[in-house]
């Protein structure tokens, strides 16, 4: 029996292992930069290309989108699953030698689309062992990506107890609503904080907690992407039993305007995203 979605879990597994082997030589920064003004990393523009060449090459894929590129690429078969992507989520980690990855979306409408249209998500972390997570028909799973893909989890649940939180953007460029939050949480948990958002959720993930990147004074929309990177890691959180939030609402109850669009991010512990809320409405 097909499985379209299955057919783009699958690729991503396989390209996983040829990613990590190209980023040793592509520590560099190349001239160009992203459509958020980021410069690319010689290793965002590999990632990207092995990317877009292998969904686009499945008859289920109609279009492809990436953090990389300006517009949506797409397919001459008319796929029915649109493709968002951020090929290497984390890659200034890589002059740092940190963990780094990479995130996906398939929606079911072409892009930029509502999180209503998310069917699954998913993302593979390069840490010290190579992981992936992925989020469909209600159940989180984990996989190792090693020689083989090997199921070490097949029901992801977010730990009751919270543990870790990590939180982005330089302190004095916080509101004061959300510095007046942090100095709750931080009384409660402990700080786990590694400039890539995969690395930083797994933490949440494994051990239990709430990760954000919080609107700014001087940027109220924050960092992060909402269809590459605040979507598909929503879906993921909210399907191992946690929430999400921009600071008001599930970032999947977003619908974007713009392919680039940023948001507030916020994933993890339902108590505490209630708890962002209040602070900041
Ligand atoms: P890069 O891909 O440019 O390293 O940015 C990573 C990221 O988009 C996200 O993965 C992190 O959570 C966040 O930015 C880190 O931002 P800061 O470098 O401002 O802490």
Redesign the pocket.
């Known amino acids: 029996m097909s499985d379209p979605v299955g057919s783009v879990v699958d690729v991503v597994a396989e390209t996983a292992p040829e990613i990590r082997g190209g980023l040793a030589g592509r520590r560099v920064y190349g001239s160009e930069e992203n459509p958020s003004g980021?410069r690319k990393l010689a290793a965002d523009v590999y990632a990207d290309d092995l990317l877009e060449e292998r969904l686009l090459a499945l008859d289920a894929v109609g279009s492809y989108a990436s953090e990389e590129r300006d517009a949506v690429v797409t397919a001459d078969g008319g796929g029915a699953l649109h493709v968002a992507c951020d090929p290497l989520?984390?890659?200034?980690?890589l002059k740092s030698n940190n963990a780094m990855g990479t995130l996906f979306g398939v929606y079911d409408e072409p892009l930029p689309a509502p999180g209503s249209a998310l069917i699954a998500s998913g993302f593979v972390l390069f840490g010290p062992i190579t992981t992936m997570v992925t989020a469909r028909g209600g159940t989180v799973r984990e996989w190792v990506l090693d020689d083989d893909r090997d199921l070490v989890d097949d029901d992801l649940r977010l730990p009751e107890e919270p543990m870790v939180y990590g939180f982005?953007?330089r302190v004095p460029r916080w509101t004061e609503a959300f510095a007046d939050y942090v100095t709750e949480v931080e009384a409660e948990l402990k700080l786990r904080y590694g400039?890539?958002?995969i690395g930083?959720v797994t933490q949440v993930l494994t051990y239990g907690g709430i990760f954000g990147?919080p609107g700014l004074r001087d940027r109220p929309e924050g960092?992060?992407r909402l269809l590459f990177?605040g979507h598909p890691i929503a879906h993921v959180v909210e399907t191992a039993g946690g929430a999400s939030s921009d600071g008001e609402r599930s970032l999947l109850d977003i619908e974007p305007d713009r392919l680039h669009e940023r948001t507030p991010l916020f994933v993890g512990d339902e108590t505490y995203i209630e708890r962002l809320e209040s602070a900041l409405g």
């Open positions: 980021e989520d984390g890659s200034s980690n982005g953007g400039g890539a958002m930083d990147y960092k992060l990177e």
